[in-house]
């Protein structure tokens, strides 16, 4: 058997508020194949934003570890594991996280800022995806005089700039009409057979289904179900 490219293994991350703790992710083991284009879904709040910021290594786990191509990030220097980040994951957040001064084709570009390329290419590239997601006429808007959907598809561009290895989609079709969520679709599964791993997260079944071929159900922290599509 391969080394799959992501494992979980009894993963936690409890977060205390007072004395309240919130069991946000509750010891989840899953393995990740490479090339697999997986779907997490369930209830808001069930842990699948947690989950994913984990599997990225923008956060770290109560307990339990994660592997990348069989290293433990928790035990990567932090300089690794800003390697992992830089060349290895492109991330879309929920919330977009775009820089509220830079344009949009800046915002895009940025994410090649560690690349070693030089700033012309970065900006051939930077464009060039912008181009392919529909915003070509939107190149030097700020994310305040973009719309939602325009916002969700620059900080999509910015996670896929990178050819990364990985990709995590965190509802990357959240805020778009049906057209442009059938484009972003198209997008993932084009990027998908090129042999790129995609982790999605996604409230629209019917996305899951078109695009995974895996679907993985999080229930207060906990897989509650994994089926193939
Ligand atoms: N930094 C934090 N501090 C305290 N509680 C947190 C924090 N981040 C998340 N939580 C809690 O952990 C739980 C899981 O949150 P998470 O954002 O992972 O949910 P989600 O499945 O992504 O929901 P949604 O579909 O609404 O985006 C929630 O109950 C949330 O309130
Ligand atoms: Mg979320």
């Known amino acids: 058997m391969t080394t799959p490219v992501l494992q979980a293994i009894d993963l936690c991350r409890y977060f205390r508020r007072g004395k309240y703790e919130v069991r946000a992710v509750d010891g989840v083991t899953l393995a990740i194949e490479a090339g697999e284009f997986v779907s997490l879904v369930g209830a808001s709040g069930c842990g699948k ?16 570890h994660i592997e990348y191509l069989g290293a433990s990030l928790g035990d990567m220097s932090r300089r690794q594991l800003a390697e992992y980040r830089a060349a290895q994951i492109g991330v879309v957040f929920q919330s977009f996280n775009l820089v509220p001064h830079r344009t949009a084709l800046q915002n895009v570009e940025l994410a090649l800022y560690f690349s070693g390329f030089q700033r012309t290419e970065r900006k051939r590239r930077a464009a060039h995806t912008l181009e392919r997601l529909g915003m070509g006429d939107r190149l030097d808007h700020r994310p305040a005089d973009l719309s939602g959907g325009e916002q969700q598809r620059v900080a999509i561009g ?28 198209e997008l993932l599964k084009e990027l998908n057979a090129t042999g790129k791993t995609i982790v999605m997260v996604t409230h629209n079944l019917d996305l899951a289904q078109d695009c995974s071929s895996r679907l993985i ?13």
């Open 158 to 185: 910015r996670a896929l700039v990178k050819e990364p290895q990985i990709v995590f989609a965190d509802e990357p079709t959240g805020n778009l009409d049906q057209d442009h969520t059938m484009q972003i679709a």
């Open 49 to 64: 934003s947690t989950l994913l910021a984990l599997l990225a290594g923008l956060d770290t786990p109560t307990s339990g």
């Open 217 to 229: 159900r999080l229930d207060y922290g906990r897989i509650s179900e994994a089926s193939r599509t």
